[in-house]
């Protein structure tokens, strides 16, 4: 049974940084594509950055420039370093795994940028 759990989510001010981690287990082979969407208060979920195992990177325009994603494919674990954050940055980010030509997602972890 695959599960994602986030951590590092929290309270922080604008043009302050968090990194959020994402670990998966219940992986028996390579998960294709790991990536991090947000979801705002009153909007629907976006994806904010995506990376396969091969290393090609996707952002979303509003965080390009801001946030890094990376992977450890060894740790079945994608990471998110998440600097300048502004406060329209704020909601609820998931972690998503594409495996088996399955999505899975892990609970949310809540970050929260005060002006």
């Known amino acids: 049974q695959v599960q994602l759990v986030e951590s590092g989510g929290g309270l922080v001010q604008a043009g302050g940084s968090l990194r959020l981690s994402c670990a998966a287990s219940?992986?028996?082979?390579?998960?294709?594509?790991m990536g991090w969407y947000r979801q705002a208060p009153g909007k629907q979920r976006e994806l904010v950055a995506s990376i396969t195992s091969g290393g090609r990177i996707n952002y979303a325009d509003s965080v390009k420039g801001r946030f890094t994603i990376s992977r450890d494919n060894a740790k079945n674990t994608v990471y998110l370093q998440m600097n300048s954050l502004k406060p329209e940055d704020t909601g609820v980010y998931y972690c998503?795994?594409?495996?088996?030509?399955?999505?899975?997602w892990g609970q949310g972890t809540q970050v929260t940028v005060s002006s």
């Open positions: 219940g992986i028996r082979f390579s998960i294709n594509v």
């Open positions: 998503n795994a594409l495996y088996s030509s399955l999505g899975y």
